[in-house]
T-cell receptor, first 115, second 112 residues
Framework: NAGVTQTPKFRVLKTGQSMTLLCAQD?????MYWYRQDPGMGLRLIHY???????AKGEVPDGYNVSRLKKQNFLLGLESAAPSQTSVYFC??????????????FGPGTRLTVL | KNEVEQSPQNLTAQEGEFITINCSYS?????LHWLQQHPGGGIVSLFM???GKKKHGRLIATINIQEKHSSLHITASHPRDSAVYIC??????????????FGTGTRLTIIP
């Protein structure tokens, strides 16, 4: 099993460009998350999904959109990139079985630079 | 505001030393996670606990619910333990709520 994978690993954008980050998991997990990690700050939740076809806003959702059309995939979109979105982005998933507290499994991260 | 604080921010020790990293949080939680972020950036879950103590190899995690405090201990530290250790908490008791709040991490460097 590959676990949680993210593409691309690195990307450089110019201000105003758009892009989509793809997260895929092969563990049949219900819940998926997108985080950003910035120097001196803890991981912050951007958006999350509790099942196929559902999405919800996290702590820092502005400037991002997400979609979960298939259970195994969770896409993060930047419609008009800004330098403030320069960050390392992590995707994670968890079983979401609602009968126990579950750990989250993280992808390897995507390093995004917006010039 | 619900907060998670870790100490120390940075820790350098000699190989073989006993390491303690601390995590404090502001209000009641349902679960606390300890994560390890490797120098290459990958994040792995080490422990998830809601009470007591867990041990895995040379790593031990404890939590004191009354004092709102958790510690991560590493015995017989080794240079390969060098990483950032992150504490994260889940607020509330709803099993359906799996959102986490993360601390800023403790950067551990073990010198041979």
């Amino acid at each position: 099993n590959a676990g949680v994978t993210q593409t691309p690993k690195f990307r450089v954008l110019k201000t105003g460009q758009s892009m989509t980050l793809l997260c895929a998991q092969d563990m049949n997990h219900e819940y998926m998350y997108w985080y950003r990690q910035d120097p001196g700050m803890g991981l912050r939740l951007i958006h999350y999904s509790v099942g196929e076809g559902t999405t919800a806003k996290g702590e820092v959702p502005d400037g991002y959109n997400v979609s979960r059309l298939k259970k195994q995939n969770f896409l993060l979109g930047l419609e008009s990139a800004a330098p403030s979105q320069t960050s390392v982005y992590f995707c994670a998933s968890s079983p979401g079985d609602r009968v126990a507290y579950n750990e989250q499994f993280f992808g390897p991260g995507t390093r995004l630079t917006v010039l | 505001k619900n907060e998670v604080e870790q100490s120390p921010q940075n820790l350098t020790a000699q190989e073989g030393e006993f390491i303690t990293i601390n995590c404090s949080y502001s209000v009641g939680i349902s679960a606390l996670h300890w994560l390890q972020q490797h120098p290459g950036g990958g994040i792995v879950s080490l422990f998830m606990l809601s009470s007591g103590k867990k041990k895995h190899g040379r790593l031990i995690a404890t939590i004191n619910i009354q004092e709102k405090h958790s510690s991560l201990h590493i015995t017989a530290s080794h240079p390969r333990d060098s990483a950032v250790y992150i504490c994260a908490v889940r607020w509330g008791t709803n099993f359906g709520n799996e959102k986490l709040t993360f601390g800023t991490g403790t950067r551990l460097t073990i010198i041979p």
